[in-house]
């Protein structure tokens, strides 16, 4: 199969990485139980709608282009894409990334992980990639006030992650998106929101994403438990999403907000 085949597969790719890589990096993991697919339970605004509601940024149906193309396959079913995830993330990005992927339900949990970034907590049960086997690096602890500092090493970790987003071909991202999103709003009415838009909710995403904070003094962290959390309330009270940039450092946290702006440009244009 030519690698041309396969490039239905991107936006998915970038999808996961933007959403999963980052926590690959950040050695955490919370309390929250949530469950995904049909066993969680609708937010509070999606039982309060009587009808289904126009998207306000739909993504054209490509169905007869796909019919008429024969270098593109038609999806496969939601319950069987795993595979086909796993199979093309080894083909284009090799299979050390491959093999960090979540081997059941991925779609699903990309999904719920787009749907959580704004909350405060993202359960590690629906988080499409693996925690983080290295440990993680903190300054010198100050012995008076019981505060560690967030090792500027650690942003180095992300490196990764930006490398690919600026090599990145946005235009054509956008459009293969457009071919793939059948599964992942199949996957957001799986969430509990039969009458709600996919598409609508990665915009809000990206619209709280880039109203992250800039961080350009020293990060002070502190451990009252287990985990790090910020010492500073404003930052520790920000949602889970707005916390992974800040944790990239805020170099990295620009260059992402940029990808993320542009990116928002695009799938506002592609759904006129």
Known sequence: MSNDSWKWFT??????????????????????????????????????????VTPQYPIP???????DNEDLKILPPLD???????????????KEIAD?????????????????????????RIRPIAGVKEQFLVATQSTTNGKYILDLENFKRYDFLINLLSQSNLGEMVELYKRFYPLFQEA?????????YFNDRVIEVIDHLVETPEIEETIA?????????????????????????????NENALKAKKFLGELRKLLISNSD
């Not at 999963?20 to 709608?49: H, M, V």
């Not at 086909?84 to 083909?91: K, S, V």
């Not at 960090?100 to 590690?124: G, W």
Request: hydrophobic letters at 40%; aromatic letters at 8%.
């Open 11 to 52: 936006p998915i790719l970038m999808i996961t990485t933007i959403v999963g890589f980052a926590w690959y990096l950040w050695n955490s993991s919370d309390d929250l139980d949530f469950k995904i697919l049909k066993q969680s339970q609708p937010s509070q605004r999606e039982t309060s709608i009587s009808k289904p």
């Open 61 to 67: 149906q490509l169905m007869d282009t796909i019919l």
């Open 80 to 94: 069987q894409s795993d595979s086909y995830f796993i199979l093309a993330i080894e083909a284009i990005l090799g």
């Open 100 to 124: 960090l992927l979540s081997e059941t339900t991925l779609i699903e949990k990309i999904v719920a992980t787009v749907d959580n970034l704004p909350n405060k907590h993202v359960a590690e």
């Open 188 to 196: 957001y009415i799986g969430l509990g929101y039969p009458q709600r």
């Open 221 to 249: 962290l502190i451990r009252p438990h287990v985990l790090y959390e910020f010492a500073d309330p404003n930052l520790e009270k920000l949602s889970s999403g707005q916390k992974i940039l800040i944790r990239m450092g």
